[in-house]
C-alpha cells in the first residue's frame, strides 16, 4: 500500500538547472497536487490537476511546469532553479468531494 | 494576504493535559475546514475536518470547533499524549465553488507534549 511515492527524497541543484520532481499515487485518485513548505509560510499551493488531462496554477506557479502525465503520475519541473525554490515540496492527491488529501513523504530541495 | 493564520508558531503542554491549537481564518467563502498533523521528515496527514453547516467534530481525543461568525476554528486534544509532538496545519476550502480541493493552510504550530 504505498500511496503517493515522491523522489528523489533530496537534491542540490546548482542556479540555472533544470530538474523534474516526480509523484505517483496508487489509489485511483482523481485530483492532485504540488504543495511548497516554507518555514513560516505553511504549504502553498503551485499547480494542481482537478484530473487527468487538464493542469492549473496555485498560488506560487512561477518558475515551475507540470505534466500529469496519466491518472498516477504528476511530475513537477523547475526549469530554470533559483535560491528561491529552496524548499521541500510535497505532492498529494484526493479522490473527488472533500476529504483529505494524502500526501507523499517530500523531497526537500536546495538551490545553491 | 494570509487567508488562513495560525498566531501561535508553538505550544508546550504537559502529557495527560488538554491540547488548544487555534487557527483564524478570512475568506467569508471557506466552508470546509481541515487539521493536518506532521512528523519530521514525513509529509502532513489528515486528522479531523468539520463543515461549516457543524459546529463541533470529534474522534478519539480530536475534537474541532468551528465558530463562523468568529471566523475561528480550533483543535482540542484531550488528554495529550508525547506522540501527538508534531507540527499541526489548519486548512481551509471552498467545498462549494470550483476550487476543485484546493486547501489554503496556515503556518502550523508546533506542539510539544512533555512527559
Known amino acids: 500500500n504505498a500511496g503517493v511515492t515522491q523522489t528523489p527524497k533530496f537534491q542540490v541543484l546548482k542556479t540555472g538547472q533544470s530538474m523534474t520532481l516526480q509523484c505517483a499515487q496508487d489509489m485511483n485518485h482523481n485530483s492532485m497536487y504540488w504543495y511548497r513548505q516554507d518555514p513560516g509560510m505553511g504549504l502553498r499551493l503551485i499547480y494542481y490537476s482537478a484530473s487527468e488531462g487538464t493542469t492549473d496554477k496555485g498560488e506560487v506557479p512561477n518558475g515551475y511546469n507540470v505534466s500529469r502525465l496519466n491518472k498516477r503520475e504528476f511530475s513537477l519541473r523547475l526549469e530554470s532553479a533559483a535560491p528561491s525554490q529552496t524548499s521541500v515540496y510535497f505532492c498529494?492527491?484526493?479522490?473527488?468531494?472533500?476529504?483529505?488529501?494524502?500526501f507523499g513523504s517530500g523531497t526537500r530541495l536546495t538551490v545553491v | 494576504d494570509q487567508q488562513v493564520k495560525q498566531n501561535s508558531p508553538s505550544l508546550s503542554v504537559q502529557e495527560g493535559r488538554i491540547s488548544i491549537l487555534n487557527c483564524d481564518y478570512t475568506n467569508s467563502m471557506f466552508d470546509y475546514f481541515l487539521w493536518y498533523k506532521k512528523y519530521p521528515a514525513e509529509g502532513p496527514t489528515f486528522l479531523i475536518s468539520i463543515s461549516s453547516i457543524k459546529d463541533k467534530n470529534e474522534d478519539g481525543r480530536f475534537t474541532v470547533f468551528l465558530n463562523k461568525s468568529a471566523k475561528h476554528l480550533s483543535l482540542h486534544i484531550v488528554p495529550s499524549q508525547p506522540g501527538d509532538s508534531a507540527v499541526y496545519f489548519c486548512a481551509a476550502s471552498d467545498a462549494g465553488g470550483t476550487s476543485y480541493g484546493k486547501l489554503t493552510f496556515g503556518q502550523g504550530t508546533i506542539l510539544t507534549v512533555h512527559p
Open positions: 498529494a492527491s484526493r479522490l473527488t468531494g472533500m476529504g483529505g488529501y494524502t
